[in-house]
């Protein structure tokens, strides 16, 4: 197969003409900031999840991440149970709001936490489990679900993979307490930047609105007497989302299932065209089970270093050669100095975590990306492998 000759990214959003005639709108409108296309956003999302939902409209899935840990009442002295195979927000925000994340160990396969570990490290202090639906399927939710109602925790989903996805339990983002959806470029659908929490729990809804913007309310005394005037009444953050980022959300949101079966479709022919050295020079990520639907954010494959002559970078730089840009998800948190010094993490503590850190990598996927892309990618994988196998 001859070379490609500009460079395949591994992520690219997929921008159609309604986004930008709607921002376009937006800027010949004068309100660019929150205003009704931030609430017309909020009122699809919450239809697209199934209507029994309050969206909380963000400009970050980290915003939304923090505002969850908050608004479920965590803080001091308080412990969550998370994956460590995440991106830095996730602990982060629970260490931002004086509390502190527990890892635990996750499955080779899935790459998802493990209900047993969970269980296994619950203390006293566990006030909730905070599960990642890795590269979009779901964690174990029968199972977590269960440990949380008898241990009476609560579930905070991480679902920034996640839009679109499903299991037996209910749609990712609606599995819990609360749900934080991600909007960055490279997620399931974009707002440039931009998240949203999902809850069922109006209080959780109500403390969350107020903290994405300053903890400033118009007060009952303000709206009464018609005034224009405000009261402060929490010590609230800027997380708000603007119409800029909304006019482009609510047309991906409308195409939110088409790109993810075009994702399906390109992560089914991986599977076709890579079947065959699938536990032999790497792992592939498996499909969803039935009844389950997977988002297909990311996919993660697993080399198996053991067989092989080139190590991670040496791969991904062997591709890089022949114009394909790969992603590294993740490293994880507790190799990472930050929650060493802070968790007291050890690499051994948490082998699979550790394993994984070692051999994922992120072979292009998106919903503009051709067959072609996918077959082109396949091939040139099963070359620099095959080439390298020992
Ligand atoms: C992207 C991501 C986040 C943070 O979302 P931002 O919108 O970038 O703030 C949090 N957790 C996970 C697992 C993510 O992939």
């Not at 020079?281 to 198996?304: M, T």
């Not at 996927?365 to 099963?382: N, P």
Request: charged share 20%; net charge neutral.
């Amino acid at each position: 197969m001859s070379m490609r000759r500009d460079v395949l990214p591994f992520s690219a959003p997929c921008l159609g003409d309604e986004e930008i005639a709607e921002v376009n709108a937006v800027l010949r409108s004068g309100w660019l900031t929150t205003g009704p296309r931030v609430e017309q956003f909020e009122a699809a999302l919450a239809e697209y999840l199934g209507g029994e939902v309050q969206v909380v409209a963000v400009n970050s899935g980290t915003a939304a991440l923090h505002l969850a840990v908050l608004g479920a009442g965590l803080g001091d002295g308080d412990e969550v149970i998370t994956t460590p195979l995440t991106w830095p927000a996730t602990a982060n925000m629970i260490m931002l709001a004086g509390a502190r994340p527990v890892f635990v160990d996750i499955d080779r396969q899935t790459l998802n936490l493990l209900p047993d570990q969970v269980e296994r490290a619950i203390t006293r202090h566990t006030k909730a489990v905070l599960p990642v639906h890795f590269a979009g399927l779901c964690c174990e939710m029968a199972a977590l679900g269960e440990t949380a109602r008898r241990r009476r925790l609560c579930i905070i989903e991480d679902a920034a993979h996640a839009l679109g996805a499903a299991c037996p339990q209910g749609q990712a983002g609606c599995l819990g307490l609360a749900g934080c959806f991600s909007f960055h470029p490279t997620k399931p659908i974009t707002t440039g930047e931009g998240g949203a929490l999902v809850t069922a729990d109006r209080q959780l809804a109500d403390k969350a609105r107020l903290l994405r913007f300053h903890g400033v309310t118009r007060g009952a005394r303000a709206r009464m007497s018609g005034t224009m005037e405000y009261e402060v009444t929490a010590l609230g953050f800027k997380y708000n989302m603007l119409d800029l980022q909304a006019a482009i959300g609510l047309h991906q949101l409308a195409r939110a299932d088409q790109m993810r079966r075009q994702r399906e479709q390109l992560a089914t022919l991986y599977r076709r065209l890579l079947g065959e050295l699938d536990g032999d020079l790497l792992d592939l990520p498996s499909p969803a089970p039935a009844g389950w639907r997977h988002a297909w954010h990311l996919y993660v494959v697993k080399l198996r270093l053991e067989r092989l002559k080139l190590d991670r970078a040496a791969f991904r730089a062997a591709l890089r050669e022949r114009n394909i840009a790969t992603g590294l998800h993740y490293l994880g948190l507790h190799l990472q100095p930050l929650y060493r010094r802070e968790l007291g993490c050890r690499a051994e503590d948490f082998p699979n975590a550790t394993w994984a850190s070692e051999r994922v990598v992120s072979l292009p996927l998106f919903a503009g990306m051709t067959d072609e892309d996918a077959a082109y990618v396949a091939q040139t994988v099963r070359e620099v492998l095959s080439e390298n196998a020992r």
